[in-house]
C-alpha cells in the first residue's frame, strides 16, 4: 500500500498562487498514476489533474487548465500541483489520490486533503 500527506494549502487572495505538495510513502509512485481532486462545499468531488508517473504526461481539467500545473519530482517520491491566478471558485479541499489501474478505473488511495481557500 501506498500512504498520501498533502501539504501546501492556505488562505490567499484572488489572482495569488499556491504550491500543493504530496508526498508518497509505503511504495513508490512508480507504481501508480497519481492525481489531484477537490471538493467544495456541498458540491461532489471532481478531477483537477493527474500525471503519468514515467512519460510525465499530464492532464487537466478545463476549469484548471493553464493555470494549474501538475509536476513529480522521482528523488522525492512526490508530486506537486502549481496552481496560479487562483480564484475564489478554486476553494476546497485539495486531494492527492493514486491508483493502480488504467483510465477510468477506481482511484485506490487517498491522501487526507488540504484546504485551500481563495478570497476575492
Known amino acids: 500500500q501506498v500512504q498520501l500527506v498533502e501539504s501546501g494549502g492556505g488562505l490567499v487572495q484572488a489572482g495569488g498562487s499556491l504550491r500543493l505538495s504530496c508526498a508518497a510513502s509505503?511504495?513508490?509512485?512508480?507504481?501508480?498514476?497519481p492525481g489531484w481532486f477537490r471538493q467544495a462545499p456541498g458540491k461532489e468531488r471532481e478531477f483537477v489533474s493527474r500525471i503519468s508517473w514515467y512519460s510525465g504526461n499530464t492532464y487537466y481539467a478545463d476549469s484548471v487548465k493553464g493555470r494549474f500545473t501538475v509536476s513529480r519530482e522521482n528523488a522525492k517520491n512526490t508530486v506537486y500541483l502549481q496552481m496560479n491566478s487562483l480564484k475564489p471558485e478554486d476553494t476546497a479541499v485539495y486531494y492527492c489520490?493514486?491508483?493502480?489501474?488504467?483510465?477510468?478505473?477506481?482511484?485506490?488511495?487517498w491522501g487526507q486533503g488540504t484546504q485551500v481557500t481563495v478570497s476575492s
Open positions: 489520490a493514486a491508483r493502480t489501474g488504467p483510465t477510468g478505473s477506481t482511484w485506490d488511495y
Open positions: 509505503g511504495r513508490t509512485f512508480s507504481s501508480y498514476t
